[in-house]
């Protein structure tokens, strides 16, 4: 079992930051600021966020000042994902700043020790020439739709030009694509990312076996940890937890 304690939550979150980073070449802008980072990716961008700050010590007023600026220069809100385990005199400069809930997500982890390879038939890796098709596959789960914008169809690309991304892609019967997800290891810890599965082929495992491929890399590359985040108690989370994973904290991203 996996215990949740401020030193996990550092390496989940230093991943995270690690891996909003690597979102940063191709004309995305980023800031390191207070142990983690801001991204800029487009104004109406999932990836234009805030991520890992106050884990490692108190955040000054100067430094939220300067990550307000960096976004709305940028003419975006800003967002910021809090860990509950960050600094707590964050969350209230935070608050007497005028900051909203906007949403939660459940961070889960597992100890990959005693974890053996299984086999993934229906699920295997895309191709550096396959990223629109991974991006299209993806985006029709995260988004709910058929037919992708440009900018949504831009979020998969992020995601599949990320430095040290292993992007998998399911298929159905046939051998038509289903869905996609990622993965990437970060000092031997394995973050599982970018889920999704278009509606028609979901009750169907294929979930579950993209999960079970990325815990057979992570395990063949070394890590001790694999960590996740989905929307609180929605079928994505039931399928992490059918392969072992568990609720180890609740993010929450604040708006202004």
């Not at 989940?12 to 995305?28: D, F, K, R, V």
Request: aromatic residues 8%; proline residues 4%; glycine residues 12%.
């Amino acid at each position: 079992m996996t215990f949740a304690d401020l030193a996990l939550a550092r390496r989940i979150e230093g991943a995270q930051s690690a891996q909003a980073l690597g979102c940063a070449p191709g004309g995305a802008a980023a800031l390191e600021i207070a142990g983690g980072c801001a991204i800029f990716a487009g104004v109406d961008s999932p990836l234009t966020q805030a991520v890992g700050l106050g884990l490692n010590g108190t955040v000054s007023e100067a430094e939220l000042d300067e990550l307000e600026t960096f976004f709305r220069c940028r003419g975006a809100r800003v967002a910021i994902e809090v860990c509950p385990l960050a600094d707590a005199r964050f969350l209230e400069m935070l608050s007497a700043r005028g900051y909203r809930t906007g949403q939660f997500d459940n961070v889960l982890a597992r100890s990959l020790t005693g974890v053996e390879i299984v086999i993934t038939p229906r699920v295997r890796r895309a191709t550096p020439n396959e990223g629109d098709l991974w991006a299209h596959s993806v985006g029709r789960g995260f988004f709910e739709q058929t037919e992708l914008t440009t900018e949504e169809m831009d979020v998969g690309r992020w995601v599949f030009g990320m430095p040290g991304a292993m992007c998998y892609l399911a298929c159905a019967a046939g051998g038509k694509p289903a869905g996609g997800a990622a993965l990437i290891v970060t000092q031997s810890l394995g973050t599982l990312f970018a889920d999704g599965v278009a509606r028609p082929y979901r009750r169907q495992r294929l979930h579950q076996e993209l999960i079970a491929a990325r815990l057979n890399e992570a395990l063949a590359q070394g890590c001790d940890v694999a960590a996740a985040a989905t929307a609180p108690a929605g079928a994505s989370q039931r399928n992490y937890e059918r392969l072992g994973f568990q609720v180890v904290y609740t993010r929450v991203t604040l708006t202004k």
